[in-house]
């Protein structure tokens, strides 16, 4: 459960990597997947994590401290079509490959994706490159309230196939109805308190 989340700072160079401490867990995905949103609704704080209909709005890595330094929640940029030069994307897209290189305190990355559509070759780049370099994740599959339960609960296990992963190792939710978050916390649980080394691809 998440009881307390505040804002930390914001970090735009590798070179402002060192020093944090705290175990993280990485929320990453497309722009307009809904990862601010998702960020608000599991730390039950609308005004936490800003949201814009414009995709691109993340630009750089954004901290928050969970429950008064138990770890932080890191926002990274959006990756895939927001509206901004070719350099600006290849800016973010460093940004996050040095993050992943560099952060010693990483114990999950909560990759979102969109429960409406399969993975797109962005998701798929990014999946392929967590798998690589044995970086442990989460599929979360966002904006469920925008299907049927039953086509949500389809469309689920269409993304898991999709991928080659179990269907219960995607996780469904609603940022919008709030649904989904208990599942979440316990994933969270589960992580922070896995021992051990990286596991390869998704845990448990």
Known sequence: MIKNAEFVKSIGDSAQLSG???????????????????INFICNNKRLAKTSKEPGRTRLLNYFSINKGQFHLVDLPGYGFAKVSYAEKAKWGKLIEDYFRLSSNLKNVFLLLDVRHKPTDDDMQMIKYLYFYRIPFTVIATKADKLSRSAALRNKKAIADYIGIGCDDVYLCSSAEKKGAEAIYARIEAVLGAEGGVDEGLTE
């Open 20 to 38: 944090m401490t705290l175990p993280e867990i990485a929320v990453a995905g497309k722009s307009n997947v809904g990862k601010s949103s998702f």
